[in-house]
């Protein structure tokens, strides 16, 4: 494809995640929508009829097991294969954050924290968290800081409480749910300095503004 250098090094990570995150945002959008799981709709049915032990759906473990090993792998492929960026300690802390939560969920059956994440993920980025021009569009920030807010840490900070007031690891699943939400904050911060410069005429072409080659080719 006529690719500079350092475009073709970062061209294997950008087609993986393409993807890995069309197939599990196809799948996500299938359970959430053409399934019978009211979970989008409804966030708080998640807790109804909850109890310890119980069975697991086939098409719920499937979306388990996918999104586990998919967050497995990129702990070692953020660590020893993408290009690393500003970023990279923070997405490493959000792909240890995302598969605990993940397994633990899974493990003692809270599925309905596992669950409820999945609305967040419907704001797929195949470039990655915050690259331009993907990561601008309204879809982001609608989902990421308004629904997730609205719909997922309502559901598990309150709702939970309502409907089982003995639910186990409460604190700690809704820890790492506010973690995350720390770190869509944080991204979003990136996404407000790349428009920032964009409108202030300090970029001519769209780069990501979490690069160190992109400061490296400006001093030089």
Known sequence: CNLQPRDAAKMPE???KLLFYTLSWSYGIYLLFFTDYPFFY???SVFYDWKKGMDVPTDIAIAYLLQCSFYGHSI???AYMDTWRKDSIVM????????TLIAFSYAFRGLCWGKLRWVSCLSWDPCGPINPPCSLCPGRFWFR???FPLKVLYATCYSSLQLVPNIPFYFFFNALLLVLTLMNIYWFLYIILFVAKVLMGQMQEVNDVREYDVEDGKKT
């Open 14 to 16: 950008s087609a993986w």
């Open 76 to 78: 070692y492929a953020t």
């Open 42 to 44: 409804d966030p708080p």
């Open 145 to 147: 800081l308004y629904w």
């Open 92 to 99: 490493l802390l959000h792909h240890v954050v995302t598969l």
